[in-house]
């Protein structure tokens, strides 16, 4: 059901300085501009690293859901992973099936697509977003 790894969440207090840190390891070329995202209380930077993204997250404001994470995490972390599914809908019934809680219905991420989250105590104590993706991560 699940596809490729879309991105590895990183929870940081600074996107400027977590991006001068990723340019030095990927090259400056890999480190996107950073955006806004107030409906999901983030600001996003995407590194690009090979088969994957690194998706820098730093909270706009203390209701982020990130700023919880920074509290517990003050230098930051590895806050997500992000798999590719075909469709998000069946997902969510089939992971529900399974007894793993959609954390709130699906919303726009930050690639414009359709995302959700699922609770971290039904994942091993990760935290997994899925994200619809047209070729279903395959
Ligand atoms: C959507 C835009 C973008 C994209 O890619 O498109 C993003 O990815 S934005 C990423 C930021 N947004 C989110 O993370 C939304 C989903 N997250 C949440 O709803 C909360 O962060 C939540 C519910 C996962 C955690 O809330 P909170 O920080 O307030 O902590 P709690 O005490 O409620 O935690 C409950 C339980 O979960 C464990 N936990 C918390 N965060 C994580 C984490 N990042 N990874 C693993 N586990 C996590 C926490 O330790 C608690 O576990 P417990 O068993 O009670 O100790
Ligand atoms: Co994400």
């Known amino acids: 059901m699940f596809g490729r790894l879309n991105h590895v ?3 940081t207090p600074s996107i400027a300085r977590a991006g001068e840190h990723y340019a030095a ?3 400056t070329e890999a480190v996107g501009t950073p955006f806004d ?6 600001k996003v930077c995407f590194v690009d690293a090979g088969n994957t993204q ?3 997250i730093e ?3 203390d209701a982020s859901p990130v700023a919880g994470f920074l509290q517990r995490n003050p230098a930051g972390g590895q806050h997500h992973l992000c798999f590719e599914v075909a ?3 069946a997902a969510i019934a089939d992971l529900a099936s399974r007894g ?4 709130g219905p699906p919303r726009i991420g ?5 995302i959700v989250f699922l609770h971290p105590r039904d994942m091993g104590g990760v935290l997994i977003e899925l994200m619809e993706a047209p070729d279903g991560g395959h």
């Not at 995202?37 to 983030?42: C, I, R, T």
Request: aromatic content about 4%; proline content about 7%.
């Open 9 to 11: 969440g990183v929870a």
């Open 25 to 27: 390891l990927f090259g």
């Open 37 to 42: 995202l107030p409906e999901q209380g983030v």
């Open 54 to 56: 690194v998706e820098l």
């Open 59 to 61: 909270p706009l404001d």
């Open 87 to 89: 469709d998000l809908d």
């Open 100 to 103: 793993v809680r959609a954390l």
């Open 110 to 114: 930050a690639h414009g697509t359709r």
